[in-house]
């Protein structure tokens, strides 16, 4: 089973329309600088708690917990993932993923075998500036076929871009849309300051202007079923 850095009881927020557990895995292959998960991301190794006390509380829980929502981190990292969401499934449990997207294998392989409800794809940058957040042309050639992979899959998903002023400007936005075009679900989700944060020099405490994620989606919105705010 993958090691569990730790995990939220109850989310009404990462888990559209369900009463979820957050379940955080360690480690990553990115390093964003505005990433809020600072320490589980550098963390390879170690975790805070068993598989049988997340278990035994899911247990406990079962008529307020719906789903558990599988983050990170990057979870796809872990090669046992899958039988771990098998395990959270026999419970009865909906498993909605989150991903930055670059090991498509995995996903395809967890949505064909019925793992995952619901899959979030983190969006970094357009194509083009991914190499601000990965230095590996596999990892971008991985997110693009990710793309593809969730957009024709029969699961619910989302795409959803962390929007930091200093790295993301309205064209850049705009460029993703393109790339996105047609997608159900965008979801512009703007910076915040913790005490996690990677890059806390370069980030800056400011959080990303509410008027500038209006704006972005105003812009954007012939591209998408539709787009949600999360600020």
């Known amino acids: 089973m993958p090691l569990i850095y730790d995990f939220m009881p109850v989310s009404l927020s990462d888990y ?6 957050t379940v955080f895995l360690p480690g990553c292959n990115f390093r964003c600088p505005y990433c809020h998960n600072g320490p589980l ?7 805070k708690v068993s598989e049988s006390i997340l278990f035994e509380y899911l247990e406990k829980r079962r008529n307020l917990v719906d789903g558990v929502c599988i983050t ?15 395990e959270l499934k026999n419970r009865g449990l909906k498993v909605k993923l989150d991903t930055n997207g670059s090991q498509p294998e995995i996903v395809k392989e967890l ?4 793992l995952v409800d619901y899959v979030a794809v983190d969006i970094k940058a357009s194509p083009e500036k991914y190499s601000l957040f990965t230095k590996y042309k596999e990892h971008i050639e991985g997110v693009l076929k ?3 992979l969730v957009k024709t899959s029969s699961v619910d998903y989302e795409f959803r871009t962390t929007v930091h002023e200093r790295i993301l400007s309205l064209e850049d936005i705009k460029a993703i849309a393109r790339w996105l075009s047609g997608a159900k679900r965008y ?12 890059d806390p020099e370069f980030c800056g405490k400011k959080p990303c202007d509410k008027a500038f994620l209006e704006r ?10 539709e787009i949600v705010i999360r600020s």
């Open 187 to 198: 979801v512009l989700q703007g910076y915040r300051y913790s005490e996690g944060v990677i």
């Open 16 to 21: 559209p329309g369900v009463v979820a557990c």
């Open 111 to 114: 949505i064909q075998k019925g």
């Open 146 to 148: 990710t793309v593809e």
């Open 72 to 86: 990170g981190g990057e979870p796809t990292l872990w090669s046992d993932l899958g039988e771990f969401l098998k």
């Open 216 to 225: 972005a989606k105003e812009e954007i919105s012939e591209y998408f079923g």
């Open 41 to 47: 991301v550098k963390q390879c190794i170690g975790g």
